[in-house]
């Protein structure tokens, strides 16, 4: 966790939020869950909700931090009570037993958050605000000696006696008026891994912008001398009565400049009562609100990535070790290696069917493609055979088999119209009856259970096989039920993000790669408008059959994979041409002249992981080669050209390196 948010420093800044209970304005849960150490003692009988409760955030990719608001142990009252306790809280002091005493509650509670056999991470920040008078551990009330003294034997005593080792230390002050200042308690780089500071004073308006700007650019220049995280550990403005907050002054000064974008994140404090921190929608800055999730360097639970990996992972966290490697796999590939693919290539041609051990791709370049994808449309109903009349156990078979080989299986699913009963291409409305809560809710989630129970047969040694889904493809068209003309973007979103939790989380579905696949787009926020967020995807691709068909549309076509790889990168997603070919290729040298071409055009758009053609039905309907076609000599050229990858031309993607 603390490599990846270093890494993530300056494209990305996450959103908290003190004990999130329930969605936040924008409908999603934030990045960073607050919560509070004390609580074992102030609600004991709450312990277990609160385990369960971080248990599941950060099952959702989030990250936990914990405060703690530490009762004056020489009273007994509450943390603003400033008597001074700090010399007999240190060894040989009266209160060490007791004090000692309470790490040992709070080192039970930390060991105990677990996710299966994962220790859960959580950035511990004790004694925090340390710079002001307010807490018996201030600066008024504790010498810098004496905080520095028990900031260490507290990360000695958890780390060292107790075995805590799932902690990062976060040292936050209030505002501080110079970087001597603010280090005039630190105590040292053995003992910190997050630099932040907790501030409701410069951040109120625009008019204290500059020393806001000014402390940002502080703390990032102390957290890089010293290699910590930089993050606004608490802010916020008690019922936040300017309508333009979140973008005029917060949004506004964290994107000052390259500096002040490198915070790792910002928590605004909890909603309580009278005082509230973040808005619901009836105050007068929720539209500000919204806009300030949207912008694209906040981060929420929605667009999160993932956090707790070294390296290239898939998005669900409980991935099987080979639908892993594949993911890492074809990341690995990328640039040196495109993948070839064709639907259905196995299943029949142009003039064949039914011909075991057949291939188009085959027949006419010696190889079978590296990646074929098959067809789920009439799964959903029950029926024996595909949209294609390709029966579901001949799919399976095939894609075991080519599996054995080392290709890449994938399926698509031209599902049917769940409101009407018509194919994918009845466009009749029927997104919303299907979500939770709708008429057809129930009948959707048993096509699910009926894709789940298919997939568990795609078995090799009683080991699921690793597969690309790619559902709900083209939204960004008009010809299927749930594209752009007939589904909101948020219901789209809501859509895809249902479909992937309930085979996941509910299913235990472990084998999937899910693929994000539009139609062409317009730009990078045409192609994000429907995104259903980085815990939900893993392949980021586009189907074109537009700007591919011949060279005069090259720079179109470059301009789109450029984009494509750059929004792969930025979501550390798989960028893919996931559907291609022109029917019946009039064009004898399409294969290398256009495709191939375009494709090379730089070190860029090489580095897209697979390429897969669509399917050869009939002699008036085909997108791959075959033996009788004008392209089939290009096609020869094609598959020798060192980029292109067929089935055997890459090592194992199913093993890790």
């Known amino acids: 966790m603390f490599a990846n948010l270093r890494r993530l420093e300056g494209t990305a800044v996450l959103f908290g939020h003190q004990n999130p209970i329930a969605p936040e304005l924008v409908g999603v849960y934030p990045a960073v869950y607050g919560w509070e150490v004390a609580a074992l003692w102030w609600h004991p009988e709450g312990t277990d909700s609160l385990r369960e409760r971080i248990i599941a955030n950060y099952r959702t990719g989030g990250i936990i931090t914990m405060s703690w608001h530490m009762n004056n142990l020489a009273t007994h009252k509450n943390f603003y009570d400033t008597t001074v306790v700090t010399p007999q809280l240190l060894p040989g002091g009266s209160l060490n037993a007791a004090y000692r005493g309470w790490l040992d509650t709070a080192a039970a509670f930390f060991q105990s958050l677990r996710s299966g056999d994962t220790l859960i991470p959580v950035v511990f920040r004790p004694f925090h605000e340390m710079t002001g008078g307010w807490f018996w551990w201030g600066r008024r009330h504790t010498t810098p000696a004496q905080l520095v003294a028990l900031w260490r034997f507290t990360v000695e005593y958890l780390r060292d006696v107790k075995g805590v080792h799932n902690l990062l230390y976060a040292y936050s ?6 970087p001597a200042d603010y280090l005039l308690q630190w105590p040292g780089d053995a003992y910190v891994d997050v630099l932040g500071f907790d501030d409701y004073h410069s951040v109120k308006s625009p008019d204290t912008r500059d020393v806001f700007v000014h402390r940002l650019h502080d703390v990032v220049a102390m957290a890089d001398a010293r290699h910590k995280i930089p993050a606004l550990t608490e802010t916020g403005v008690d019922s936040v009565p300017d309508p333009n907050w979140w973008t005029g002054t917060l949004l506004s000064a964290i994107t000052t400049d390259s500096i002040t974008r490198r915070i790792a994140w910002l928590l605004v404090w909890s909603n309580g009562g009278r005082h509230f921190y973040t808005p619901n929608a009836s105050q007068s800055s929720a539209a500000d609100f919204v806009r300030f999730y949207q912008n694209p360097l906040i981060r929420f639970q929605d667009n999160l990535p993932d956090l707790y990996h070294l390296g290239s ?27 070839l693919g064709h639907h259905d290539d196995l299943a029949y041609g142009v003039t064949w069917k039914n011909e075991p051990g057949r291939s188009d791709v085959k027949d006419v370049s010696g190889a079978y493609p590296a990646l074929v994808e098959w067809e789920c449309g009439n799964l959903e109903k029950g029926m024996p055979a595909d949209l294609d009349g390709v029966t579901f156990d001949q799919i399976r078979q095939f894609a075991l088999q080519g599996y054995g080989r080392g290709e890449v299986v994938a399926l698509s699913w031209h599902m049917s119209n769940p409101v009407t009963g018509g194919n994918a291409w009845d466009t009749t409305s029927a997104a919303s009856v299907i979500l939770p809560g709708g008429e057809r809710h129930e009948a959707y989630t048993q096509w699910l259970d009926r894709f789940a129970e298919y997939l568990d047969g795609f078995r090799v040694a009683g080991r699921s096989i690793p597969i690309i889904f790619r559902p709900f493809h083209e939204m960004t068209g008009g010809w299927f039920w749930w594209g752009r003309r007939h589904t909101t973007p948020a219901e789209y979103i809501a859509l895809y993000r249902f479909t992937v939790s309930y085979l996941r989380d509910t299913k235990h579905v472990h084998n999937l790669l899910y693929a994000y696949t539009p139609d062409v787009f317009e730009s990078t926020s045409d192609y994000l408008l429907q995104y259903p967020g980085d815990a939900y995807v893993d392949i980021m691709g586009y189907d074109d059959y537009k700007s591919i068909k011949s060279p005069d549309t090259r720079p179109t076509f470059v301009q789109q994979l450029h984009e494509l790889v750059e929004l792969a990168d930025a979501h550390g997603k798989v960028p893919a041409l996931t559907e291609t070919g022109v029917l019946g290729m009039p064009d004898s040298t399409w294969f290398t002249g256009t495709l191939l071409a375009g494709i090379k055009s730089d070190a860029e758009t090489r580095r897209i992981a697979y390429v897969s053609l669509w399917r050869n039905a009939r002699p008036d309907h085909f997108f791959g080669p075959w033996p009788g076609s ?28």
Do not use: W
């Open 173 to 178: 002050t209030d505002v501080f008026d110079s």
């Open 313 to 339: 992972h898939p998005s669900d966290r409980e991935a099987t070790p080979e639908t892993r490697a594949l993911f890492a796999g074809l990341k690995r590939v990328e640039g040196t290696k495109i993948l």
């Open 630 to 657: 004008a392209s089939a000599r290009d096609f020869v050229r094609f598959r020798h050209d060192p980029l292109m990858a067929f089935e055997g031309d890459v090592p194992d993607l199913y093993r890790a390196p």
